[in-house]
Every structure is written in structure tokens, then in C-alpha cells.
């Protein structure tokens, strides 16, 4: 009891806000670490997880989709891994060729081609079901069907492509991936289906052969080009 006598304000305040962390956030650190771990490796043998595979104890936590602010954080990795390999980023990264506006988010430029990213904010557990495939979010409670990242990347290749037709860049390699940014996002997919969340993403990128190849492409040139479109497509938004 003495003890407690001599305790200040600061002191009791440090000891509820340790409570409440044993309480509430350790379990639930702890919860959502299991969730992963069983997921990860259910995807590691080739599952696709749907709700129903999951026991309750598995089932994710009330959550909400994410923010701008995500995808800021993975622009803040990029832009240090860019640095390191002579790469650049050109962000925003949505560019328009004749009538049809590109949703990409932003795109990687390297001495390999151009990397195309469109990011997703989507959270909760995503998956794929069905023939034609469908890609699905269950999130508190509410399954619905969300848009095909893979029939995205195709199209924005395809209109990449387009839009350097008879440029001096006509010929490079063009890739591109999607990126799951929201934080704790549940994401069981195909492995070969380019579409990630953050860590993924930047394993993948830091790892793919494809990224560390050296196909002459000139960065700076090709990031000014880019940056044009980017600003064509801007300035035509606005008039």
C-alpha cells in the first residue's frame, strides 16, 4: 500500500495503458499473427481459401478498407529501393491514350522497361472462386465481388503499349502488378497471378530476375516521357 502511495499520475497511467495492452491489443496481435501463419501456409500447398475454410478462430477482425495514406507508405519503399538501382518513379501514374484513361497508380521505370502498379485498397480477406474466376472481398460480415486485378493489368499493358506505339520506346519491356496496400489484409491467390500485398510485392520486386536484367532502356529518358503522359492526361482532366 505504501507503494501505491508514492505512484504518480504519470506512473498509474503508465501501468492502465500497460493493462489495456495486455488486455486488448496483445491477444489480438497475437490472433491475427496465428490467422496468418495457418493461412500462409494453406497458400504455400496451393489453397485458395474462401470463408468457409476458415474456423472462427481464423475468421479476420472487424476492419475497413484502407487509405491514400497506404499507399503513400509503399511509395515511400519504392522510392528507396529506386534510389539504390538507378530506378525512378513516376507517381501519380494514371495516363490517358486517346479516349481511355489508365487506373494505374504508378509506375517503376528501369534500365528493364517499365513496371505498371495499380494499387487496391481493399480490406478484409480477398480470394478467388469460381470458372471464369471472380475476385471476392469478405469484409465485417459482407462478401461482394470487387474488380479482376488481372484483367486490369492486361488492359493497362495493352494501353501502355498503344501509347508508345511509334515513340522511341515502342520496344521495351512492359510489366505490371497489383498491390493489396491495407494493413493486415487476408489475401489467399493464385502465387502466379502478379497480384500481392505490400511485403509480397516488395519480395517480389527485390527478387524477380525480370527487375535485375539490363535491357538498355534509358531511365531518365523514359521518366521524363512518362511524366509527359502523366501531365497530358492531367491537363486534359481539367480543361
Known sequence: MDYLNTLTNGDIL???LIIFACI??????IRMRRIKKEIYHKIRCGETIAPEDLSEKQKPFHTHNGTSKEIEELLVKLKSH??????????PGSFQYKDTISPTTMILAGSFGLLLIHCYGFGGHVYT????VRWVQDMNQSIKEIPNPEDSMEQEKRLMESALMDSPYENIPIYAASVFTRHNLILSVPKDCLVFNRSGFMEWLKTEPDFQADNQVPVKEISDYMVGMVKAKAASAST
Open 14 to 16: 503508465t501501468i492502465c
Open 24 to 29: 486488448l491489443i496483445f491477444p489480438r496481435l
Open 82 to 91: 529506386a534510389f539504390k538501382h538507378g530506378m525512378k518513379i513516376i507517381f
Open 129 to 132: 472462386k469460381g470458372s471464369p
